[in-house]
């Protein structure tokens, strides 16, 4: 069975660009959640999807972050404009019922997003 | 607010030998739960261990092992008989439906 994929791994880009990165979460997974990890800081939660419903996205940054999950299937978070302190590890994870109930959750490998 | 301490930026630790990695937490959740996630060079984040609040039995799984001290709000993990491939970044996480990380403890495991 596969995991929780990301694209792109890495992506660099300047200040000022868009970057669309992808997840595609475990099949048959309803729960997708986001992450961010500032290099040296703490892994962050940005948003949490049931199916195509945001259910919480109280961690996301500010209106530069745009997540979507249309079909309830793979998700995409945009960044519009990037500015140098998006600089950091985004996780992409997965999880069959919600963490809530304990379930755990899968990661996946991360997509590197360096903005210059 | 919820928050998850990791004191150790970085342990070592002999081929074979044991080595405990320290977390502690702050949460005003009744019920929620506890991780490791081990994160190789590779990059996945693995999940290492999982406790539930509720229960006072100290989770383990195999080599890995935790000491829960609920009142003290500590979580550590014990790694035994130690090898190479445990080398990694072990970060800490409570939470009930979104996980609070700590900053991570780098492990070197050496030969």
């Known amino acids: 069975e596969a995991g929780v994929t990301q694209f792109p791994s890495h992506s660099v880009i300047e200040k000022g660009q868009t970057v669309t990165l992808r997840c595609d979460p475990i099949s048959g997974h309803d729960n997708l959640y986001w992450y961010r990890r500032v290099m040296g800081k703490e892994i962050k939660f940005l948003l949490h999807?049931?199916?195509?419903?945001?259910?919480?996205e109280s961690g996301m940054p500010n209106n530069r972050f745009l997540a979507e999950r249309t079909g309830g299937t793979y998700s995409t978070l945009k960044v519009q404009p990037a500015e140098l302190e998006d600089s950091g590890v985004y996780f992409c994870a997965s999880s069959l019922r919600t963490a809530y109930s304990g379930n755990t959750i899968y990661f996946g490998e991360g997509s590197w997003l360096t903005v210059v | 607010a919820q928050t998850v301490t990791q004191s150790q930026p970085e342990m070592s630790v002999q081929e074979a030998e044991t080595v405990t990695l320290s977390c502690t937490y702050d949460?005003?959740?009744?019920?929620?739960?506890l991780f490791w996630y081990k994160q190789p060079p590779s990059r996945q984040m693995i999940l290492v261990i999982r406790q539930e609040a509720y229960k006072q039995q100290n989770a383990t799984e195999n080599r890995f092992s935790v000491n829960f001290q609920k009142a003290a709000k500590s979580f550590s993990l014990k790694i035994s008989d130690s090898q190479l491939g445990d080398a990694a970044m072990y970060f800490c996480?409570?939470?009930?439906?979104?996980?609070?990380f700590g900053t991570g403890t780098r492990l070197k495991v050496l030969a």
């Open positions: 949460t005003s959740e009744s019920d929620y739960y």
């Open positions: 999807f049931v199916k195509e419903s945001k259910q919480d």
């Open positions: 996480a409570s939470g009930t439906y979104k996980y609070i």
